[in-house]
């Protein structure tokens, strides 16, 4: 799978910032804006390695056709970059993490940390505060966090390197045993939610998008509009645990075509039954989940990029992992667990002499955060704090 340069052609519209990625061409390459330089249009070429994205619909191997679509749906297409100033995003467990990370690096002099999902920075900052001499590799598919975090990070731009990638790409730009740490924080951004361009959030008018990365050909739209009845009830119920799947998907297709979030979430809401609508706060919650998880494949790149992670870190780096809905957590536990067995294949013999582990678990199970956490931020509520650490392979 291979990674491709933004072409000038790209119709990326980002906000020029200092130390920002942007889509404007410099003789066929990406450029950024030095630091002090906004508004002054200087731009400085930045490796072509620096500023990538996936190839359309390559994730699930498909071609996504969007003639479909009602031409309204076509003219809402997002305004994808907010504001600088609303690029907040609160980093879940902070404290927790970067301990755990800090723990990798020890012994190093000077450590090098991959941030697979940088989103706004948050977690990256307090790495870079805690050890003083370390780089980061940061990573996002979304290109407008990349521009958010270059900027909120910009005072540490001598020690961090940003790519336009997704996670599951991160060999394209770490080696093996390079690392002395890797962090997933799974999910969304508060940003991504908020902004109602993105058309991740029920409550908000958008257009219905939902995907993270914009040169996606595959959205929110297309699957609503367009997909077959039991498509989108498989999509509801395997990614949305909704039970109601069935009658959901069936009012969708009935109020076809669907134009934004807000008569979406009207379309859910009415078509649960009375008592299950007076019980759930948010009906189109789940629904909502499950189409954003389709849109970005989000859950098929996660154990390729796990095992990718663990190739690249060092002896003692450590691979820490914040999930925040089941049907993440189960991979990163799955697959956190794999690693860290011996796996005969039969149980009624023992291991093979040469059979290894490589990775050992922090701890056992998941860390939560504490209630005061969940009192400031009630979006860290679902969070699920995974840890291992890589070894010499053991017997
Ligand atoms: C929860 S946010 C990270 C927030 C960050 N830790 C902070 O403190 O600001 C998740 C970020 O990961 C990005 N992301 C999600 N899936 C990704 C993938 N497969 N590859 C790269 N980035 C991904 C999203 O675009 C989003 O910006």
């Known amino acids: 799978m291979t990674a491709v340069l933004i072409q000038p052609s790209t119709p990326v519209m980002l906000p020029i910032q200092p130390g920002s990625v942007t889509a404007l061409p410099l003789h066929g390459r990406a ?9 002054s249009k200087m731009l400085r070429p930045v490796p072509s390695s620096t500023i990538r994205h996936p190839s359309d619909g390559e994730l699930a191997g498909r071609q996504h056709d969007r003639d479909g679509l009602a031409e309204e749906q076509l003219a809402a297409a997002p305004d994808s970059t907010p504001p600088m100033d609303e690029f907040r995003h609160v980093p879940v467990m902070r404290d927790e ?8 690096a020890s012994d190093r002099e000077r450590p090098l940390f ?10 990256t900052a307090a790495l870079f505060e805690r050890c003083p001499n370390a780089q980061v590799v940061g990573l996002d598919r979304d290109a407008a966090a990349l521009v958010a975090a270059e900027e909120r990070l910009a005072r540490y731009s001598d020690r961090l390197t940003t790519h336009h990638l997704r996670f599951d ?42 995907r993270m990365n914009v040169d996606d050909a595959l959205s929110a739209a297309e699957i609503v509009n367009n997909w077959d009845e039991a498509d989108l009830a498989s999509v509801i119920w395997r990614h949305g645990d909704e039970k109601q799947a069935r009658r959901i998907a069936s009012a969708i297709v009935k109020s ?5 979030t807000t008569s979406l979430s009207a379309i859910v809401a009415d078509a649960l039954p009375a ?36 190739d690249s870190l060092d002896l003692g780096g450590r691979l820490v992992v914040l999930a925040y809905h089941s049907g993440e957590d189960r991979i990163v536990k799955r697959v956190m667990k794999e690693e860290s067995r011996v796996i005969t294949g039969r149980r009624d013999l023992p291991p093979p002499p040469d059979a290894k582990v490589r990775m050992r678990l922090v701890f056992n199970g998941a860390h939560k955060p504490l209630a005061n956490e969940l009192e400031a931020n009630s979006r860290a509520g679902s969070a699920r704090l995974r840890a291992a650490e890589r070894i010499e392979g053991l017997n």
């Open 256 to 260: 076809r075509p669907v134009l934004d």
């Open 114 to 123: 991959l941030d697979a999902t940088l989103g706004a920075g948050g977690h």
């Open 275 to 310: 008592a299950v609508r007076r019980k759930t706060r948010q009906p189109a919650a789940k629904t909502f989940q499950a189409l954003r998880i389709e849109v970005n494949s989000e859950l098929d790149v996660i154990e390729p990029a796990l095992l990718a992670a663990i």
């Open 97 to 104: 993490v970067v301990d755990l990370l800090a723990a990798g």
């Open 169 to 210: 790409q991160l060999t394209d730009v770490v080696d093996p045993g390079s690392l002395s740490g890797v962090l997933f924080d799974l999910g969304v951004s508060s940003p991504q939610i908020d902004h109602p361009g993105r058309g991740f959030s029920f409550r908000q008018t958008g257009p219905l998008d939902m």
């Open 31 to 39: 450029a950024v804006l030095s630091s002090g330089e906004q508004g």
